[in-house]
């Protein structure tokens, strides 16, 4: 398997009814995958699956996306033993419930995000013998997260997980090249690249500065407004922002830098504001709820992380129609549209610069783009058209119904005479603008 395109599935109402999938992860806190959990969840209820949410708690001080969940007429089943953390017990205590629960419920697919919960959750689906088992690797732990020693035994972990999944669906490209060839996982054909998809039309939406946000952060008229949005956690590289902010402003007064988010480095990164001199500059705003306001007021996004799959902070910014700068790191570059031109240190795109982990090159990629608005506007307009095309909720929800029908017919699942057109091993086009 790679990517493909699907189109209609032919399956009755009956056995849409019949058919149970259980998706779970570890935590709904913001971010893509809580997001395409929440989304996927809602969308397959709605085509008359029988879908289940299955979630662990929400840590304090990260924000939580349960609200959505709600709103969205959905009800997580929660198994409060479940988090992020290495706890033999209560991960031990998440196993079991996980199994009683597939027990009792008999899902036909087990569809895991995240590590802690793609770990725990197909060995309960292997103990119950649940049919059909799929994980996403929104992102994977292997790089930036663990000493050598940890990460080797949570590569032996997914490789041994991999021989007991029915398919691996990596969100791009990179990332399916780095799960089938880097660290061998999983062999090719049980690997399938889907990109995200996420309802992006509040975001598409916006026009012009119509946020709340620059008279929040006392920006007056004449200055540029730079953003940061994410965790304030190690792999995102917050630190790399503040130095990068600290570049820029020694070229240029008139910027204010914005971190929206939280986590638990917010502490540093105050010490480091206050060390620097930014007190004036730069604003931690902590987590916003209407992220369509703040988008609306950012001139230009910056992420800095150590590790990505395919960061929703670039898809909902480039929907708004906002240009960025991120490290090269991940499925990054699978979201840059058109063929790169090399500057120096930097690589130009259509809607955006990729640069190296780098606060030097970072501040003058921003220089750059900071000093040429027309150039700006003409990237949010080519990113905006891309994810139009490529990131919406509903080709995903197709994606996924094609995988699941599909999977399902292999392992017998279905009734005979059901009708499901094969997937096309196909490659997603990238446009060229």
């Known amino acids: 398997m790679e990517s493909f395109r699907t189109a209609n599935v032919e399956i009755d109402v009956n056995s849409r009814r019949s058919f149970t999938i259980a998706r779970l992860i570890a935590r709904l806190n913001v971010g893509g995958p809580a997001t395409q959990a929440i989304l996927m969840t809602e969308a397959f209820q709605k085509k008359g699956y029988r879908a289940l949410l299955l979630t662990g708690e929400v840590p304090p001080g990260e924000g939580s996306m349960e609200t959505l969940a709600y709103e969205r007429g959905l009800q997580p089943i929660k198994i409060n033993t479940l988090s992020r953390k290495v706890s033999p017990g209560a991960d031990l205590k998440s196993l079991w419930r996980l199994i009683r629960l597939f027990r009792r419920e008999r899902p036909m697919i087990v569809h895991t995000h995240t590590a802690k919960a793609g770990t725990l959750g197909r060995l309960a689906a292997m103990v119950t013998r649940v049919p059909v088992r799929v994980h996403t690797f929104h992102g994977h732990v292997f790089e930036g997260y663990f000493s050598r020693g940890l990460t080797r035994i949570f590569l032996a972990i997914e490789r041994f997980l991999g021989r007991h ?56 008229g004449e200055a540029v407004v730079v953003g940061w949005i994410g965790r304030l956690t190690a792999i995102k590289g917050p630190d790399l922002f503040l130095e990068s902010a600290r570049r820029i402003l020694a070229a240029s007064a008139s910027v204010k830098f914005v971190m929206v988010g939280d986590g638990e480095l917010r502490q540093d990164c105050e010490s480091h504001i206050r060390r620097a001199g930014l007190q004036d500059s730069v604003v931690l705003a902590g987590w916003k ?66 640069v190296p982990r780098d606060s030097r090159r970072i501040a003058e990629a921003a220089q750059y783009l900071l000093s040429r608005p027309e150039l700006r506007r003409e990237m949010g307009s080519a990113g905006r058209e891309f994810v139009r095309t490529h990131y919406s909720q509903h080709r995903l929800a197709a994606d996924l119904e094609r995988l699941y029908v599909q999977l399902a ?25």
């Open 409 to 433: 017919r292999k392992k017998k699942c279905l009734e005979e005479g059901v009708e499901v057109t094969p997937i096309l091993n196909q490659q997603l086009s990238k446009p060229s603008l």
């Open 165 to 220: 999944t029915d398919c691996i669906i990596a969100v791009s490209r990179s990332q399916r090249k780095d799960l089938v060839e880097t660290y061998k996982v999983a062999p090719p054909d049980k690997v399938v690249t889907i990109p995200l998809g996420f309802d992006l039309d509040p975001f598409l939406r916006v026009n012009g500065q119509e946020g709340s946000l620059r008279a929040g952060v006392r920006c007056n």
């Open 289 to 354: 709820r209407d992220l369509v306001s703040v988008y609306s007021d950012l001139d230009l996004l910056l992420l800095t992380s150590i590790n990505e799959g395919t960061p929703l902070t670039l898809l909902e910014a480039m929907a708004s129609s906002r240009p960025f700068i991120a490290t090269d790191v991940g499925g990054v570059r699978d979201l840059m549209v058109g063929s790169a031109r090399p500057e120096e240190g930097w690589e130009r795109f259509g809607n955006g610069i990729l």
